[in-house]
């Protein structure tokens, strides 16, 4: 009797890690996000969320961050030269090079559509002298927006032990960037062909729901090791707004989906998604261009008129 006891014993210590996130996720509707929120944009009202004032690392989320304050700050129209260390920085990336004139709306698209973080970092020093400092003024836009969850150390959301949001955070720094008709322009946009002396790079926004699910408005996503899945992105029904922000997924589209059905009936099928998968087409300025041209507009960054925007843009 004894021995049988021991063994039903060890066995559940054994099985005990892989059954009770299992159980964990059957409570929570079978999302795996470690926090999430959304939210009615114009009262903040919340609709759903869970443990959404948690600090936790914000990956790619960081962007959003990075890319409103340059667009406070910059026109788009400006030469940022790269500077010596941009090589060194890990992907996603440009792979911009050190010396060369890169137009800063180029940098800024790239940030937005690629999540390139040699391009965050590039606008990070030239508006700032270094990443150290712009970091800095991140944070205290942050703290102007009531975002007192969130500390940023880098423009990238590159892995840094003092660099954390919380979902609550990040849709509150979504709602201001969404203000910004420029920022409405940059996260709408599908593709984007970066082109330089050598090269010709069309990139596909990594929000899969830009092309599957039409209340979708934009948005931004985010992988790290150390943060999973995150995410934090807008949507459109009957008129209202609302802003989803998410972090620690272990599965991004399938949580983004199940928090969707709060407010949609009909959400993007697995098979949908899949196909909207992001992808990179890159050949060089000295290649003869493909016969099929239909296959890709002329204008590859999607463009939008001022009413569209504005019909977001509340402030």
């Known amino acids: 009797m004894r021995l049988a006891f021991n063994l039903v014993l060890f066995f559940a210590l054994i099985l005990a890690p892989h059954i009770l996130p299992a159980v964990e996720n059957a409570s929570n509707g079978g999302i795996t996000a470690t926090s999430y929120i959304l939210v009615e944009r114009d009262t903040f009202r919340i609709i759903t969320g869970k443990d959404y004032h948690r600090r936790l690392p914000p990956a790619s989320t960081t962007k959003v961050m990075t890319t409103l ?8 129209e400006e030469v940022v030269v790269a500077d010596k260390n941009v090589t060194a920085i890990p992907r996603s990336k440009m792979n ?10 180029d940098l ?3 940030t937005m559509v690629e999540s390139a973080n040699d391009a965050a970092y590039t606008l990070a020093t030239f508006i700032a002298g270094s990443e150290t400092s712009f970091a800095r003024i991140m944070t205290e836009r942050a703290r102007d927006l009531g975002a007192i ?12 032990d003092k660099q954390y949001s919380s979902p609550y955070d990040l849709a509150l720094i979504f709602r201001q960037a969404l203000t910004n008709e420029r920022f409405l322009d940059l996260v709408q946009t599908r593709y984007f062909t970066f082109e330089d002396s050598t090269r010709k790079t069309r990139y596909k926004n990594h929000n899969r729901l830009l092309f599957c699910f039409e209340p979708a408005i934009g ?24 802003i989803l922000a998410m972090l620690g997924s272990r599965s991004l589209w399938k949580d983004t989906v199940q928090i969707l059905r709060t407010i949609y ?10 196909l909207a998968k992001a992808s990179t087409v890159s050949y060089s300025s000295a290649a003869k261009t493909p016969k099929k041209k239909s296959a890709h507009p002329k204008k590859s960054v999607k463009r939008h008129t001022g009413k569209t925007n504005k019909k977001y843009a509340k402030k």
């Open 96 to 105: 911009l090079v050190p010396g060369k004139k890169y137009r800063s709306y």
């Open 265 to 274: 009936d009909e959400v993007p099928t697995d098979e949908q998604l899949r």
């Open 219 to 242: 948005g931004k996503t985010g992988y790290t090791r150390a943060a999973r899945h995150c995410y934090v992105g807008a949507f459109e029904k009957n008129g209202k707004v609302y």
């Open 69 to 76: 304050i340059a667009l406070e700050r910059l026109s788009g």
């Open 149 to 160: 969850d969130t500390n940023f150390e880098n423009a990238s959301g590159l892995p840094s």
């Open 108 to 110: 800024l698209t790239g």
